[in-house]
């Protein structure tokens, strides 16, 4: 309802528009044109610096089709997660693609320098849940953060995790990672005073059920400052930090 | 290991213990005072201002005791969640106690002023989930929070929610609270740009399975930004809004 | 965005009101004012028809204050469900109130005459069933539509239910309910071929699960045109049959 | 019981047949001949219109002999869903195929011209959920009716379905299909005022659970005159809509 | 279809019916008198010998009505399942009741001689089975079967149940009853070569969630010749045992 | 205890053994000599008359080396139950072999006459029941049992069932096989006054949770005299039908 | 088939009995005489020494009976666990009794003094694990262990649990008790290197689904020497602990 | 906090390092040797005699990456777990191996001597469960106890195992291996009087839910002395079982 919603106005005021074509044009603008649902992931992320392309259940066609469209208007760096090692070969044919197959996540663009609060780490259970914690510290990282990196610091082994205590103590946000019986949420939980953002995995067998032993554990943490995302979601993990992590920035 | 590692390490030096002594001594003093598993909830908070007792499960005799506890040790002010009305009777005899019924919480010492980024919103699906939402706006109110509540915006009724969009897009920090089918935090988290704690509740009847139907749909949430804490965990919530919304303190 | 925004662009137009103004004003306006999303049940019924309160979780004081208002905005049929016989009692003293215990539905005013497309049948697997049902089919009745009930004609018994079989055959619509294995939709659904809705009920033991299995037994039934609601919602039924039994008023 | 059992009944008056003869004779007849049961998917379709046959778990001999099993009868109109591309190949060989490889439906016999009540909407969440869409559009289509198609209109990025507000708020019926969180049947139930056939889809990953959180949330909608379907289940969603958008006509 | 059938054709033969009052006739009476579809519990039972009412969900005067209507009728023996002791108080001062409390069931009239194959052996895992069993037996020895009780035999203490093999060689039909793992099932359909009718109990706490482990125990029995019915459901597996029981009579 | 236990007594009595000797043995003999658990499957189907080996994680080479080993102790029927086709066809070559692939099961040996009660009627709920339905019926037969299939007969087409009347009337035992929502059992159950036993099959998709769906409806059947057996267990329903079907022979 | 089989041999051996008396006699024996299935837990606790009675379901009159039976068997310690303070308080009327309501466990006659292999540690994870945690270690003591109570050392708190590493890490068995997110079982099994016995509890809410996110928690737990009891089982744990602590005895 | 722990303090001591930079250094040295968190898996096994790697997941490179450094490190004998063929026969070539395929089982170095308290039988239901069985044996065997195999002795075949009552009454610890109905564990539980690990395996269809049905039944258990794994974890059995048999070294 801003620049275009005041043009209809001013046409009324001027009397070049009639006030039903007025009313009809407001009533029929798309909801986008009156100026509050600018809801769309491209537009959280600031214009002219980042689209993300979510490409599960999308042909290289198509991904390929939407990245040109949006390189036409001035996107310069795009994040493309979930991408097959097929999709990345073929796309790499036609763009400058940085792939990382462990992650599923490819990139056109560089990588900004990093500029929020702190730094952000990325902690999991095992090497098992790598995979998720990639994606989860590579989009932190194509939105600006600064990424630190504990793999495999599971609680059966609590010597590992203490040994980054520094790390955990020092965060800005923690992005904990686990999955069968998921208990790292609520030990770095319990260590920080940061908020921590829990991912369960599908990592495991028998009764993890999925990810679903890992996802309730970590919905009861007993330590505050803990909440939760879908089973497997590195990339929302990693969004959210992000995006906590560049709080200052708001006022 | 701060003040009190350094006074065995001095006394080492002095010889005024030996070395057997000071091995012994480190490795049995208190995990907490070697200086990083600073893990409770009281020191979170900072100290001096505010603690934490979780009510439920616990005698009235025994959140007195513990209360008289806090305050010989200098604690001013106290917040007390899921304390029952006839524990807060029994302990307004003897304290002096602000106690909020529909939430069940009461405060011990005054509410201090609001100091965070911005604005919490707490925001819900109906009238039914008041005393989860009471609970996490009063909790972040605690922690030195603005608190604005948007209450029965449900998404049936989304002229409710819009007509509320601007405390939505302004917010430092969003709280969703919703029972049935959780819609409500992925069509908030799709009008906002911050992040967004998802509460599902245990309002609604048959298929919602005591809260299960809106946790899962909070978890499969598209919008990103979105994470989730436990079934009508309001205090979870508010507590870690109140974090978020203070991050800027943090450097 | 009818009466009230023509005025706004009226007043424009005359001079009346600045540009700015009228922009803040239009933005700023009550969603459901601009026109579309008329989304309050309330304004479903036809106006001046008929309005429902869903009495379970809100106090007889806060029904009685919401009748109150809708009355005097000339508000004259009400139909108020899951009504305690309590609430009920109290609020008989100051309203004229036709109160039904078992559907736990209270209706202020009178039960127009029905309009429909034809009737609505309401069948029931079993006596326990009824509550439900009469929700269901006092719902329906309350919006205008014509109710055949047909109770207890579970499909253990199938000449029960056969010999009815003019009854379901003729039916407009029909809402199927029942508990425990849920057989009834797809029964009907085999002999009719008029829209079927769904209800499973959380009558029964055992492996029911409170509903469970009946639900899921309608959700994969093998004859078309059926479809389901809630466990227990015999409101959602009752109405959207209603919906439907109205279907030829549309154009 | 029409003409047979009337000639039957003649033969008796005639002499023609014995009493125990005829009695005999109504007590083995197939049961469909004595004139209530019409219950076969093809009966409810009218006569010599459109016919359906299920293909999943047959083999394409099965699918090709019903088919001349009904050409033989006269039927010209036949639709053939969960039809693999691998069946239709073989199938085109020997009839005139319209086949719809993303919906997997096929068509034997032209589409004929829409004559119901108004235009079914269908809308999806995502444009993942477009096999299941395309599978209740193509149905819809195939039974006459209008369809209008909203696709990737999920409730994360609102603006998009409010752009489609015009369709919305004139639909005849809706179908609103959805994975993951399963909230687009909500926000579309409280936009509309005609009947909502929600269909969860099993798009998502984690905590969907192969469509479950869909469900749950749809089963939970907190807006009047929504029903649900299975999963997945395109066909009996545009069946159904279908159905109800042809209610005039049964008068 | 018998007599009234019959006299409707004779009607037509004579010419005092004409063929299309006989078409009518016979298409809308109702489906019970042509013939087949005695399917009510009470048929089932042997005319004149014994009728059951499920008691949960009536009221006394509910019941008090039926056992009237069923005495009219010259029913002598009644069996009234799930019959709360208050009923029953009730029901004694009008009729004549001989009431088991432990398995809330009530008889009018005397049990007959058992005349079955064998003998009906009802096995319970621990005492706390016992209603259940209790119903079982009771159901069994109204319908004219021996039984044998064989109770606390749970597979934890093997002896107990291998002292009485000769019981369990011998039986005609087993009842297996057991909560928590109920592996009772499983043992004894190795150790018998009769049908075994498995009935899981709620009995049990934590992970036996309401009977589900035993039932999914006894579904998955490795031994042949066993079969499930609901939880807690003694007395359908009272009845079945006693059909089985009497399969002889059958030819 | 037959033979050998008798000789060891007989030596006792001789003198050939001592007392304490005698007790060892008595002691470690094979727990199955001492005859009463005589509890193998092989064991209850008469002595050289059937055998049944069940087929799925077994080496072909293993399945075999049984069949070899049975036929040197002179067993000359045997069932094979989840043979695979090319299992079938390797033990083809080396044994005299009656293959039913749809059904996955294998004869070695004559199907004998049949001989129990009366017939064991084997229906479906739809055709993809069929390998079910297949291995419950063959099943039936070889252990000498009549068998009258009546498939694709499901309930939402009532009359396919009802024109079958007579057979399930007249039957001794019926097997009930249905995926999906699992009606058929309880509809069956209501027609007929035998032993119904009923198989959830994991036919279907969506809700139908691999067979959930149909299971919970056929325990909850408000049916008297039906159970239910594992999901997709046409083997086990097969052979207590049989069972139950030569009940007479007992006594 | 100790004395008593051995008697029967005599009886052939002299003459006194007939081979197929003997051969009766010795089939008809309670299998119990035959000499291995002493299976009973009474026999398991060395006799005289100890005897356990589950009171749940039981009346006081039947638990006071069985006190009466085992003391007249000479049986001088008896422990009663789930016993309610009513039992507890009419028991104690006729028994000198040693009761513990908040472990609901009750002892007749005195504890032994302890002798395993070391001591036992019952750690929990919160103050609400204490009735469980006291049955798990009152248990234990009646079986003659010394334990170590380490209670409310839940991992969010991991300061807590580390400054008792000498009680953890010295331990013979330790029993490691939480609710909620159950992770306590996970980092003690990661500190010591003994059998580890977790008990999940039904301590929490909402997503704690009562107990089964910590039994799954604990049952995916990465640490090894971790097994799980079922929800809230504290006697099985302490009476398995026992049984390990006791385990140098064997030999 | 040993040795290197003392070097400082003996520093410290000597002057040869300030207060401040051992207080720096004893902070961030690894926790692992500050003296107590010696949690790892090798640790636990002890010195220089057993390494377990944890097969799954890995590649191959990674396994004999990690081979090689434990070897480097004096390590002589090495098991892997979850080790696929092909990355055996890869492994092969380097090192010399020891694979079990069914088990998935690789031994580097010698197994040594058995010389626990007694032996560790492994019993398991059904032949399927044999590699879950083989993997617990393997890995016991491995860690130094002589294990007895009891294959195929499930419940409905009660004398196979009773044949075998002096293996199991005489046991150290026993490991029961069971899918399906999971009843083994009860069953062996009360014939024993030694712990009882159970083991729920995969082995199973239809309602066996991939082992939850056994998983509960085991849970559920009411023989005492029987603790739970996950499902198909023979591993952490056969570890687990490894250390009880062990505990006297304990000493």
Redesign the interface.
Known sequence: ?NSE??QI??A??N?AMS?DD??LK???E???DI???????H??LRQGQAEVIYG???TTEQIIGIIDAMKKNGQERILITRLSPEAAELLAKSHKLDYHENAKIGFVGDIPAPDG??AIVVAT????DLPVAEEAALTAEFLGNKVTRLYDV??????RL??H??DI?TA?VIIAIA?????L???I???S???V?AV?T????????????????????????????????GF??G??AG???H??A??
Do not use: Q, W
Not at 35 to 41: P, Q, R
Not at 125 to 128: A, L, N, V
């Open positions: 309802m919603a005041k106005l001013e009324v005021k009397g006030v007025a009313l407001l009533k029929t798309p909801f986008e100026g509050f649902a600018k809801v769309d992931l537009r959280k599960a259940g999308k609060i702190g259970g095992g090497t098992s599971g609680v059966a082994g609590l010597h203490l040994s205590k520094e103590m800005s999955g069968m019986e998921g208990a949420a609520s030990v939980g319990g260590l005073d940061c908020p953002i369960p599908s990592v495991g067998y028998g009764a993890s059920f999925g990810g679903l032993s890992a996802l309730l554990s970590m919905l009861n943490s007993c330590a505050s400052g803990v909440s939760v995302v879908n089973i497997d979601n929302g993990a969004y959210l995006m906590i992590n709080m200052e708001k006022k």
